[in-house]
């Protein structure tokens, strides 16, 4: 039977690596991700789990250790935050490239300098071009659904590819709310056994990782990569509602919030869009026709449903919670990329907001929507509740 | 994605001629450092001297390239330049100074 309880969406991450049981989980733990691995290790040292914990010296040390680990043939699971995903820069291309699966709970902090442990996406998205799928999700139980959905699409044949699963730090990660836990039974069946292709733990069917790629090659490995990533859009949907006839929660690529029928829109991603769908619903009552369009897979990036979604509307804002300083945010380059590639040419604005954890307000929101409805479009980036 | 998946199926394909038959993130299926030839990297040589050896094998535990032969008997034979890549480190290990580097242009 599923039950509910009052938790965060740490403890739901750490809850489903619970019932998931992986073979291995490697991390180093870093704030706000900290209480993943942390309650993780307690399930360790109660012998709920049969994991193989690895604790190492770094964040470096840990995604090497996961990586390795899955090109054994193991099912692998980690955390991180921030300077720690950074830090494991130079090891997220090798697990792209390599096609080992991992479920990575990454918890959205902003990256120093200057210091700060708050929520932005600073440093998820500097590892958006690394070959790994990228998950937002709104809530804890998204985020507690998206660990257990992650590890099929992960380890699915045709896609073989790491994920990020990525929640709002202290918004999410430590705010307590009702998530429903599906029982553990209903779980391991989804989730299954790995059946790892090329393990290196196979020596029957011999296997090196690692070898050399020149100009020769180099490039198709990387064609491949693309592929994979095409793959999991194509299979996704599939998954997706699997995972809704086991637990009755459906989670699509991007989830439209009253936007068929929307005139104006704002695009938005995690936590956010919880303020923004509750400013649509007031908007509504007083006769607007707005909508929000929540982005939840970041990569692959969605293109043809968000162009699919947007067409025909009279002007849209898009909110990053990230910057690209010198250049385009990164969610408002994709959208614009998207409605250009689909031959639309509506007004897009752009507004960074919640850098370093900044609040966002509902008033934000319908300041936001009343640009759009009063036609104040502009192509300069708008900073949201910068004191100016 | 790569329709190569094993290394069975890659015998018979050869070179790859698309990016389909690459293997799957740059995998080498069945590989093996047994016939990759390190020794043409060598800039200098180790020249070991049978007299002066006591066949301690400090240089055959220490040698990163399996180059340094050693008979059924335990004793040391002398250095596989097939494999050696001329790091200089039995040298620098040999208690007895019984293997010496030299210039490959020595031996020109
Ligand atoms: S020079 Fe280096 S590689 Fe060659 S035999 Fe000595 S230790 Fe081995
Ligand atoms: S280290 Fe020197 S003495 Fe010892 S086995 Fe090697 S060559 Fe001989």
């Known amino acids: 039977m599923p039950r509910k309880e009052i938790t965060s969406g740490n403890w739901a991450f750490a809850e489903a690596m619970r019932q998931i049981d992986p073979d291995v989980v490697a991390a180093y733990p870093i704030t706000p991700s900290t209480d993943i691995i942390m309650k993780f290790a307690e399930f360790v040292a109660d012998g709920k789990v049969e994991t193989n914990f690895v604790t190492v010296e770094s964040e470096h040390s840990a995604i090497t250790a996961c990586v390795t680990a899955s090109a054994a043939g193991a099912r692998v699971m980690t955390a991180s935050s921030a300077n720690g995903v950074a830090l494991m820069h130079e090891i997220f291309p090798i697990a792209g490239c390599f096609r080992t699966p991992i479920v990575f709970g990454l918890v959205n ?12 996406h600073s440093d998820s998205m500097a590892q958006r071009d690394y070959g790994w799928i990228h998950l937002y999700c709104e809530d804890a139980q998204e985020a507690y659904d998206s660990a257990i959905m992650a590890v099929r699409l992960s380890e699915n044949d045709d896609i073989l590819t790491p994920v990020f699963v990525c929640q709002d730090g202290f918004i999410t990660s430590h705010g307590f709310e009702p998530v429903e836990y599906m029982d553990d039974d ?67 690529m991007i989830d439209c919030y009253r936007t068929e029928d929307a005139e104006h829109v704002i695009v938005v991603m995690s936590s956010a869009s919880g303020a923004v769908k509750d400013v649509v619903d007031e908007m509504r009552d007083k006769g607007h026709k707005v ?21 025909g509307k009279k002007a849209v804002a898009v909110l990053d919670r ?25 007004p897009v604005n752009s507004c960074i907001y919640g850098l370093g954890g900044r609040d966002f307000f509902p008033q934000y929101a319908e300041d936001i929507f009343m640009d759009l409805i009063n036609g104040i479009n502009t192509p300069e980036e708008r900073y949201i509740g910068l004191l100016e | 994605m790569s329709e190569i998946k094993n290394w069975k199926e890659m015998k018979d394909v050869g070179k790859p001629k698309k990016w389909q038959d690459v293997p799957m993130g740059g995998i080498a299926y069945g590989a093996s450092a047994e016939n990759v030839e390190t020794g043409q990297w060598r800039s200098i040589r180790p020249v070991w001297n049978e007299e002066d050896c006591i066949s301690c094998m400090l240089c055959w535990v220490q040698c990163p390239d399996r180059s340094i032969t050693v008979d059924e008997n335990g ?24 293997i010496e580097m030299r210039p490959e242009a020595d031996f020109a």
Request: net charge positive; charged share 20%; aromatic share 10%.
């Open chain 1, 109 to 120: 902090r902003s990256v120093g300098a200057p210091i700060n442990i708050h929520c932005d």
């Open chain 1, 186 to 252: 209903t779980v391991k069946t989804f989730v299954g056994e790995r059946q790892a292709v090329n393990a290196l733990l196979d020596v029957d069917n011999p296997v090196s990782y690692g070898s050399f790629a020149m100009s020769e090659y180099y490039f198709e490995i990387k064609r491949q990569q693309i592929e994979a990533h095409k793959k999991a859009l194509e299979l996704y949907e599939g998954i997706a509602r699997e995972f809704e006839s086991i637990s009755g929660r459906y989670y699509p």
């Open chain 1, 291 to 311: 909508g929000c369009l929540r982005i939840r897979m970041f990569r692959p990036f969605p293109v043809k449903a968000v162009a699919a979604a947007l067409k």
């Open chain 1, 322 to 346: 990230c910057l690209s300083i010198g250049g385009t945010a990164p969610l408002v380059a994709e959208i614009r990329s998207a409605l250009y590639g689909a031959g639309e040419t509506i």
């Open chain 2, 75 to 98: 004793k040391v034979t002398g250095i596989d330049y097939f494999y050696c890549k001329g790091c200089g480190i039995c040298a620098q290990v040999c208690p007895k100074k019984a």
